[in-house]
T-cell receptor, first 112, second 110 residues
């Protein structure tokens, strides 16, 4: 089965700096990679996703990149703000296979 | 207008009891899931149903039994609760792309 590894487990940045979270996956058939943000006590919420036919996707201050050859993908947050503080999860799936494999999460702390 | 809703939000119960968590989605999705999030925040899939049929059953004790009366509902029944069952349980649904999560049920077994 798929194995998704996520690093780092914790990340502390100063407000305004950039944050990068990295994930690797093992199954080359995986072709869909969503990212979730989970604030304390709340549900994971989808913030951005990327499909395997795209190398990069951007939405305002967040961007994801995908390297299919190396089987890794990353989340980039620029100009971080205190409200970006949360746990972020990457995930990998094969479309139509009804199963998402999650990374172990990264706790991001943005210091004001 | 909640897309994926689960009840109850909190559940405190004694060891050995049987309890149920209910989940409903109004997104018209074909697939629903149960995930368990432990104290270390790791999200682990338990079950996946597609159009009321069980398609994924991870290594979960058979004290856990999901039931899907229709494709908009997926309930989770747990028998003989143990201390180690304490966690947050999330229901989710998807339509072949991203999964959308319910608000979670924090289960505490004492």
């Amino acid at each position: 089965g798929e194995n998704v590894e996520q690093h780092p487990s914790t990340l502390s940045v100063q407000e305004g700096d950039s944050a990068v979270i990295k994930c690797t996956y093992s199954d080359s058939a995986s072709n869909y990679f969503p990212w979730y943000k989970q604030e304390l006590g709340k549900r994971p919420q989808l913030i951005i996703d990327i499909r395997s036919n795209v190398g990069e996707k951007k939405d305002q201050r967040i961007a994801v990149t995908l390297n299919k050859t190396a089987k890794h993908f990353s989340l980039h947050i620029t100009e971080t703000q205190p409200e970006d503080s949360a746990v972020y999860f990457c995930a990998a799936s094969k479309r139509g296979f009804n199963k998402f494999y999650f990374g172990s999460g990264t706790k991001l702390n943005v210091k004001p | 207008d909640t897309a994926v809703s689960q009840t109850p939000k909190y559940l405190v119960t004694q060891m050995g009891n049987d309890k149920s968590i209910k989940c409903e989605q109004n997104l018209g999705h074909d697939t629903m899931y149960w995930y368990k999030q432990d104290s270390k925040k790791f999200l682990k899939i338990m079950f996946s149903y597609n159009n009321k049929e069980l398609i994924i059953n991870e290594t979960v004790p058979n004290r856990f039994s999901p039931k899907s009366p229709d494709k908009a509902h997926l309930n989770l029944h747990i028998n003989s609760l143990e201390l180690g069952d304490s966690a947050v349980y999330f229901c989710a649904s998807s339509s072949r792309v991203a999964a959308f999560f319910g608000q979670g049920t924090r289960l505490t077994v004492v």
